[in-house]
Nanobody, 123 residues
Framework: QVQLVESGGGLVQAGESLRLSCAASGLTFSRYAMGWFRQAPGKEREFVAAISWSGSRTNYADSVKGRFTISRDDAKNTVYLQMNSLKPDDTAVYYC????????????????WGQGTQVTVSS
């Protein structure tokens, strides 16, 4: 049974940082591209960042470029999202996901989803 478990969310003030983690189990982690997505109340789920299975390629939404960094540690079966200079507009539930290729993940074409972790940024 595949599980993706996010952690690291919380309440922070604008300008502060958070690091999200997503621990994977039940799949060959090193063979999957991984991604982060978010969904704010009343809005559709949107792509945030993705990393290829090899870790050599990354892709970011324009809204987070230069502030967020995605990385992976295959030894720990974990993908991270370092979020700096957080803004109130970043408030959302953040989900990690696994897919076959980075292009598929960017297109929200994923095989597995986590349950999400809440990030709230106050002004």
């Amino acid at each position: 049974q595949v599980q993706l478990v996010e952690s690291g969310g919380g309440l922070v003030q604008a300008g502060e940082s958070l690091r999200l983690s997503c621990a994977a189990s039940g799949l060959t982690f090193s063979r999957y591209a991984m991604g982060w997505f978010r969904q704010a109340p009343g809005k559709e789920r949107e792509f945030v960042a993705a990393i290829s299975w090899s870790g050599s390629r990354t892709n970011y939404a324009d809204s987070v470029k230069g502030r967020f960094t995605i990385s992976r540690d295959d030894a720990k079966n974990t993908v991270y999202l370092q979020m700096n200079s957080l803004k109130p507009d970043d408030t959302a539930v953040y989900y990690c996901a696994a897919g076959p290729l980075i292009a598929a993940v960017v297109a929200l074409n994923v095989d597995y989803w986590g349950q999400g972790t809440q990030v709230t940024v106050s002004s």
